[in-house]
């Protein structure tokens, strides 16, 4: 589907195909593009590993690399180099992980200093999109991650497809269409009642779909059973 078939089943759900719309052109995009994002965001974030934003530059000498704004949530990073994994570490836990660090035989705190040396963690949390590397790079490298993170951009244009949420998912954007389009501060298009009516079922929905999401990413277990 594609943002202009989701536009005509909106005008037909809401009665608003005459000649003089209660929504212009502009604002149902605008509606569109914002229940896409807020679909993806309430259900988690799209999974990605191969995307630009999983890769991120680590360069010698600099303790500070850049995120990508679409990143919900880093799930793994590994060094490309030797596929050692990079421990994330939100900054407000810092203080929790500041003992059982070895190095050189001694018992270390975890602290942001700037000793140079090789990358075992990334701390986020202190600012946007920034992650802070311990200990600070001897060597150019790569951190390769597993994210959940929002769409690239917004929907701009109605020729435009969902490109990261499957089909059978884009007709109950509608329903936070609809809460929108009630929510217009207009005497014709406000009815407070519908808005809240349509804004429980879409975040219904996206409970059940996040739900749904969730139980597939449960791994299988089988049971293996020995020969004699």
């Known amino acids: ?59 010698a000498g600099d303790a500070v690399g850049k995120l990508h704004p679409s990143i919900l949530r880093i799930n793994q990073a590994q060094r490309e180099s030797d596929g050692g994994i990079i421990q994330i570490v939100n900054y407000t836990d810092l203080a ?9 035989g001694q018992l270390q705190s975890l602290k942001l200093d700037s000793q140079p040396g090789p990358v075992r963690y990334g701390v986020i949390g202190m600012q946007r999109d920034t992650i802070r590397w311990l200990k600070v790079p001897l060597i150019d490298d790569t951190a390769n991650l597993i994210i959940h993170r929002m769409p690239f951009s917004p929907i701009t244009d109605f020729e435009q497809a969902f490109e990261d949420i499957e089909d059978h998912h ?23 009642q519908k808005a809240e009516e349509y804004k429980r079922i879409f975040e219904r929905y996206c409970t059940f779909a996040r739900e749904e999401k969730e139980r597939y990413k449960s791994k299988v277990r089988t049971t293996g059973y020995g020969g004699i």
Do not use: C
């Open 1 to 59: 589907m594609i943002a202009q078939e989701l536009s005509d089943h909106f005008r037909r759900d809401v009665a608003d195909s005459g000649p003089t719309k209660l929504w212009s052109k502009e604002e149902v995009l605008l509606y569109i593009s914002d229940a896409y994002f807020m679909f993806v965001r309430l259900t988690g974030g799209i999974l990605d590993f191969t995307s630009p934003a999983t890769r991120v530059p680590i360069v």
């Open 96 to 104: 929790k992980l500041s003992v059982s660090v070895f190095d050189y």
């Open 170 to 192: 884009h007709i109950h954007l509608i329903n936070w269409m609809k809460y929108l389009a009630y929510s217009k501060q207009d005497t014709d298009a406000f009815d407070a």
